[in-house]
């Protein structure tokens, strides 16, 4: 009898897969594809999923190993996202193993069994359910815990409560001590709040039509931009088309961005749905993720909410797929498997004929385009639901103004007449940091990174300097370098500069910071969140994660304090992002029966693609920047492929990429403009030189024939074992 031979994906960085035989003992064993093998790779032993059995290998069949052991006796993924898989590791021409294990949870990648396992759960005891808010007044974390867990007549998982409160487990352990609650280990998915859920509230005629069209193509594949503007209730939709989807015994799958899976969105979803949701997320440890994930392939969670990643989420019987905030940076993966999830979603909503619904009020210009090509069917919703009004922009010319620290005298004013009627006020600013230079006055030096070509940026509180692009980081220089004058000045403000002038200007106001550092420490981001949502904090100042997701109701005004850095920058993609942000950051302001103002600080106020956003909003920005990308053949009007190459030797780089560009010359595909190679925008990083080399086509298809030989003939290029290098098929960042 002939050998069956079995072709693998492992983990290794190779762009193939691997051959080896199924041993004797085991020739009769049906095998589906998606099932798990272990198998020996040198010398070690790795666990692989079985793609197809071969007919014939390249390798001679004497050279192939055995495999180890069957690891499933059924397929770990539905067909759809097998096929899934396949279609994405020959679309970004990335090593199947990575792509593979990527879309499997640790514990699985490990090897162990694919079964639900218990994880930590808390009860209230009797004597907990009798404790008051009065007995915990000088405890308010205790009693918003011990509230919450009262809510669920299961109790809760640690899974779900990583979802819903930030650092809870030292309150769980006062809880634990006073035998308020007790502990065990189980497999129960909270359920049901206890407390009826607050009717919805009636939609508007906009919101109506939004759900009806989706809903009527609940069983079939078609594409939906949902284009709402902040708080015009885009979630409300998202929540109704869910419900029909439950009620025909289908599941809903729901992508987020990275810091969109915030306590209060989960909320909402567990008030509405009595089901069990499976949350898919960083905080989860190991066991957690994987009993999601598998709650989700056998159909048990109704409900799936995910950021990137979950994209690969098995699921039992898919009804829709909607991706929230559809423009968001983190749905593209920056490193190592280089994909798209929304893009994937789409593709998958194609696989399993079910709707896809792409939400956003600041929606990607790819997926504008499509809804022109009448690829996507576009859902407008264009007013702020409920009470809310759309607030008014302004522009400030800081040209030749006074200035503090970044904030110009009519800005301070404004400001103050909006804390004398009680509101709140949020200030962006997207530089972390002091100051993002130290300059030396007497003969000009700068601090700079030696691994990198950026300056530091001075931490002062903390004395320290550090890189924002590699890990470095130094104490403060007591003295020039150079000339050893003592006079070295910080240039710029970043928000720790920024906000030492607010306490100045403001001494009796209470000011919170909200950057990377300010909110390093867990839970003190919910912390302020909560003082800012009590009303005791009256000024934010922070960076753009303010600007994605939270609900500040008594924010009156909102001020861009630097918007000109997305005017003038080499990446072609930095105005569609500075208007997506200026829009974000705008929306949060009067998202309750206040009425909010925006205010953006500039030295270029005529600037056209600025006035376009403040006279037309976001819509006929987007229509101008899209009549520019068309002009200039830039994506969404063309496709686009960049390779990376970076090495410690200053030359490594450029080598290998020059090689490639006469590679790819050679390929006869007369369609796709090769461009480079260039020094990357910063040319050195962590100590290493980067360059690119840019594919550019009018169609995919043209693209895609030639990176296809194209790749291969990269992985023998003997330039290539000198430098890392990498393929980023549609590549959102440009450097
Ligand atoms: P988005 O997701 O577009 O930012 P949300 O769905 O969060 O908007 O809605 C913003 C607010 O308006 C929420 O408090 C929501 O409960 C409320 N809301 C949504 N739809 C309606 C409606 N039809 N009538 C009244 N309030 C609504
Ligand atoms: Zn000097
Ligand atoms: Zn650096």
């Not at 770990?76 to 899934?84: I, S, T």
């Not at 960076?543 to 918007?563: N, R, S």
């Not at 930095?574 to 829009?583: D, F, G, N, P, V």
Request: glycine fraction near 6%.
């Amino acid at each position: 009898m002939n050998q069956r031979i079995l072709r693998i994906a492992i983990p290794s960085p190779l762009r193939r897969s691997f051959d080896y035989l199924l041993p004797a003992k085991m020739a009769n064993t049906a095998l589906e594809p998606g099932v798990r093998l272990r198998v020996p790779f040198g010398p070690r032993k790795l666990v692989g999923v079985f793609l197809e059995e071969i007919a014939e290998t390249p390798v001679p069949v004497a050279r192939l190993k055995p495999i180890i052991e069957i690891l499933d006796e059924t397929s770990l993924f539905p067909e759809d996202v097998l096929e899934l898989l396949r279609r994405a590791c020959s679309y970004y021409r990335h090593a199947p193993g990575d792509v593979y294990i990527a879309a499997l949870p640790a514990l699985l990648r490990q090897g162990q069994a694919a079964t639900v396992r218990g994880v930590q759960h808390f009860r209230l005891t009797d004597s907990g359910q009798s404790v008051t808010a009065d007995m915990l007044k000088r405890a308010p974390r205790q009693w918003l815990l011990l509230k919450l867990l009262g809510e669920f007549a299961e109790g809760l998982g640690s899974d779900v409560l990583n979802s819903r409160m930030e650092n809870w487990r030292p309150i769980m352990k006062r809880l634990l001590e006073k035998q308020w609650v007790n502990e065990s280990n189980e497999i129960v998915t909270a359920v049901a709040q206890k407390d009826v859920p607050p009717s919805p509230p009636m939609l508007n005629g906009e919101q109506q039509v939004a759900v009806t069209k989706v809903v009527e193509a609940l069983g079939e594949y078609q594409g939906f931009l949902l284009e709402g503007v902040t708080g015009s209730g885009k979630t409300e939709v998202y929540l109704r088309i869910i419900e029909e989807v439950l009620a025909s015994g289908r599941q809903a799958l729901v992508l987020v961005p990275e810091i969109g899976l915030t306590p209060q969105l989960v909320q909402r979803f567990q008030q509405r749905f009595p089901v069990p949701i499976a949350l898919l997320h960083s905080g989860l440890n190991d066991t957690e993720r994987l009993n999601a994930w598998l709650m989700a392939r056998d159909g048990s969670a109704p409900i799936v909410i995910g950021t990137r990643s979950a994209v690969f989420t098995p699921l039992c019987k898919p009804g829709v797929i909607i991706v929230d905030e559809e423009h968001d940076a983190s749905y593209k993966q920056h490193d190592g498997f280089r994909y798209s999830a929304r893009d994937l979603a789409v593709m998958r909503g194609h696989l399993v004929q079910v709707p896809v619904l792409l939400g956003s009020a600041t929606p990607s210009m790819e997926s504008l385009h499509n809804t022109r090509s009448v690829r996507y069917g576009l859902l407008e919703l264009s007013k702020r639901a409920g009470a809310a009004s759309q607030p008014s922009i302004r522009l400030l010319d800081i040209r030749s103004q006074p200035m503090d620290e970044g904030l110009s005298d009519n800005l301070l004013q404004v400001m103050r007449r909006h804390l004398q009627q009680n509101g709140q006020i949020l200030l962006f600013l997207n530089r972390r940091g002091y100051a993002p230079v130290l300059m030396c006055h007497d003969c000009g030096w700068v601090g700079k990174c030696q691994r990198c070509d950026a300056h530091l940026t001075l931490y002062a509180g903390q004395r320290r300097m550090r890189c924002h692009h590699c890990a470095s980081e130094r104490p403060v220089f007591s003295e020039c370098p150079e000339c050893k004058s003592h006079e070295l000045h910080p240039v710029g403000q970043g928000t720790e500069r920024v906000e030492q002038a607010l306490q100045r200007n403001f001494p009796d106001t209470e000011i919170a910071r909200i950057d990377r550092d300010s909110t390093r420490r867990k839970g003190s981001m919910e912390a302020m969140l909560e003082r800012i949502h009590e009303g005791k904090t009256r000024i934010l100042v922070g960076t753009q994660m303010l600007a994605k997701g939270h609900h500040f109701p008594g924010v009156t005004l909102v001020a861009i304090l630097d918007c000109d850095q997305g005017l003038f920058s080499v990446d072609f993609r930095a105005s569609e992002r500075m208007a997506q942000l200026i829009t974000q950051v705008a929306g949060r302001a009067g998202r309750a029966e206040k009425s909010g103002e925006v205010l953006i600080q500039t030295h270029h106020p005529e600037h056209p693609l600025l006035q376009c956003l403040i006279q037309q909003g976001y819509q006929g920005f987007s229509k101008a920047i899209l009549a520019e990308r068309q002009a200039a053949e830039l994506p969404p009007f063309s496709h686009m492929a960049l390779l990376r190459a970076e090495a410690v030797a200053a030359d490594a780089a450029m080598t290998f990429l020059c090689e490639a560009r006469d590679l790819a010359q050679a390929i006869d595909v007369s369609d796709v403009d090769i461009l480079g190679p260039v020094p990357a925008p910063m040319e050195r990083r962590a100590g290493r030189f980067r360059a690119q080399l840019l594919l550019q086509a009018t169609q995919r298809q043209d693209l895609q024939n030639l990176l296809s030989p194209w790749i291969q003939q990269l992985e023998g290029l003997k330039a290539g074992r000198k430098v890392r290098w990498s393929l980023d098929v549609d590549p959102y960042e440009m450097y």
